[in-house]
C-alpha cells in the first residue's frame, strides 16, 4: 500500500527532479539532436529529453515507458513543445511495433532500471533498421575500486527508492552483449554529481 502510493505519488516527481539536474541536462544535449527519422525513445519517462530534439530531422517520435504517472508529464513537456510523439505505454520487454521500422533507438537513463535486459535489447534490436542508430547515454559502473565498492553496497537500499535502479550496471557490456557494436563511446564522472550515480557513458551504436 504505501509502497504503491510512494510510486504512484512521489516516484514520478522524483525522477522528473533527479534527472533535470544542469549536468544531465548538459548530457541530454549531447546525445538527443543525433536523433532522426522515425525514433523510438526508450524509457521516455517525464520526457526530459523532448526539448533537445531537431525537429528538423525527426519523421516521427515514438514514446515507450511502462510509467502511466510518467507519461502524464511527458504528455505536458510533448504539448509545450509543439512536438507530436505517439506514446506506448509499455516495458521495453515487448516493443509493440514491427520488425526493422525505426531508424534511430534514443535511450537515456534507463538502461540501470529495465528488470529484463536480455529481452528489451533483443526487442530493440528487432525494431531497429539494419542501417538505423541506437544512440545511448546512461549512467554506470564507476572505474574507480573504491566507488565500486560503495555501488556495491548502496545499490539494494537506492533501487528501492528510485524505482528499481541500479547504479553499478555495465553499460558499455549489457550494450555489446544485446547484439550492437558500439560505434563511438564517452564516458567520464558528470560534474557536480555524486560519484556514484555519476558516471556516465554516452555514445552510438548500430547492428
Ligand atoms: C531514471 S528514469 C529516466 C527517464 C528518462 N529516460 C530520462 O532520461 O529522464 C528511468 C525510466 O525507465 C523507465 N522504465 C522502467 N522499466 C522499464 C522498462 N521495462 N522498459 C522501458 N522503460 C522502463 C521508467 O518508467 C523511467 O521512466
Not at 519523421?59 to 504539448?79: M, Q, R, T
Request: glycine share 8%.
Amino acid at each position: 500500500m504505501i509502497k504503491a502510493l510512494y510510486e504512484k505519488l512521489v516516484l514520478p516527481k522524483l525522477c522528473d527532479k533527479c534527472c533535470g539536474t544542469k549536468p544531465i541536462n548538459y548530457q541530454r544535449n549531447k546525445v538527443v539532436p543525433l536523433a532522426k527519422g522515425v525514433v523510438l525513445e526508450v524509457g521516455v519517462g517525464s520526457g526530459l529529453n523532448i526539448p533537445f530534439y531537431n525537429k528538423n530531422n525527426i519523421e516521427k517520435i515514438i514514446g515507450l515507458d511502462p510509467s502511466e504517472e510518467l507519461n502524464v508529464l511527458a504528455k505536458k513537456v510533448a504539448d509545450d513543445n509543439g512536438i507530436q510523439i505517439d506514446f506506448l505505454i509499455n516495458g521495453a520487454e515487448d516493443i509493440i511495433l514491427p520488425d526493422n521500422s525505426v531508424d534511430t533507438i534514443l535511450i537515456t537513463y534507463t538502461l540501470c532500471t529495465i528488470p529484463d535486459l536480455n529481452k528489451s535489447m533483443s526487442e530493440m534490436k528487432r525494431v531497429l533498421k539494419s542501417d538505423g542508430k541506437f544512440i545511448f547515454c546512461e549512467h554506470g559502473i564507476a572505474p574507480d575500486k573504491n566507488i565500486i565498492n560503495w555501488q556495491r553496497r548502496i545499490n539494494p537500499i537506492w533501487g528501492i527508492f528510485f524505482g528499481g535502479c541500479n547504479i553499478n550496471r555495465n553499460i558499455p557490456k549489457i550494450i555489446s552483449d544485446g547484439g550492437f557494436n558500439i560505434t563511438n563511446i564517452n564516458q567520464m564522472y558528470l560534474p557536480s554529481t555524486p560519484k556514484i550515480v555519476g558516471y556516465n557513458y554516452w555514445g552510438e551504436a548500430n547492428i
